[in-house]
């Protein structure tokens, strides 16, 4: 059990509670826990945790919103960027790195998306993902309206690729290891400008006769 003294501060005190509560709910999914297993685990009280956030649900919406905030945002600066392959390899780069420093919060969030549960479902893509999510859309098709990209890509589902190869190489990096010929698994850096570079590859125009 955690000293809730050692963060004495309100912003700290909740960061606390954060980080503990990340590590149960990934552990056990959100029905498997309880405010009181998270009380004895952070040594705050029940009534000093509803302080911070108002219901167990508001609690772990807010740790995968503190999971996804940790992850640094470059999407906005790839815009004046001239070779875009790159600028989006060092995108998916700079993510997955951080990423793979918190493993606990990816495996959090396909916990959830598992979980398939409506209402917090629709929260999730709404308040947490989707701003992420539509810059990164909304970039792809700036680029197709530019003629970099092929305008015969749905800018959503390449979007939904570039993110799925990065939250599957975290989870998958324990199996990986062991798989013949995959010298990358513990490289995230590698791994993320390359599997970059093979679907924007499959994405930039090359010729103009591909355009269509």
Do not use: W
Not at 175 to 184: C, I, S, T, Y
């Amino acid at each position: 059990m955690s000293d809730l003294s050692e963060a004495p501060s309100r912003g700290s005190a909740r960061l606390h509670i954060l980080d503990c509560a990340k590590r149960l709910f990934a552990e056990r999914g959100y029905d498997g826990v309880s405010i009181s297993d998270i009380a004895r685990e952070t040594g705050a009280s029940k009534a000093n945790i509803f302080h911070h956030f108002e219901s167990k649900e508001g609690l772990y919406l807010a740790v995968i919103a503190e999971v996804v905030r940790r992850v640094p945002d470059h999407i906005d600066a790839l815009s004046s960027e001239h070779d875009i392959v790159e600028a989006f390899q060092e995108l998916a780069a700079a993510e997955l790195t951080e990423g793979a420093k918190d493993e606990t919060g990816v495996r959090l969030i396909l916990r959830e998306i598992i979980s398939g549960d409506p209402r917090r479902s629709r929260v999730l893509a709404e308040d947490i993902f989707a701003d992420r999510f539509t810059r990164l859309v909304d970039l792809i098709r700036t680029h197709q309206d530019t003629g970099t990209f092929r305008k015969d890509v749905d800018p959503a589902l390449a979007a939904h690729v570039l993110r799925s190869a990065s939250v599957f190489f975290i989870l998958g990096r324990d199996v990986l290891r062991h798989m013949p010929g995959v010298d990358f698994a513990d490289d995230p850096d590698r791994y993320a400008r390359e599997a970059a570079a093979l679907v924007l590859r499959g994405l930039v125009v090359r010729d103009s006769s591909e355009e269509k």
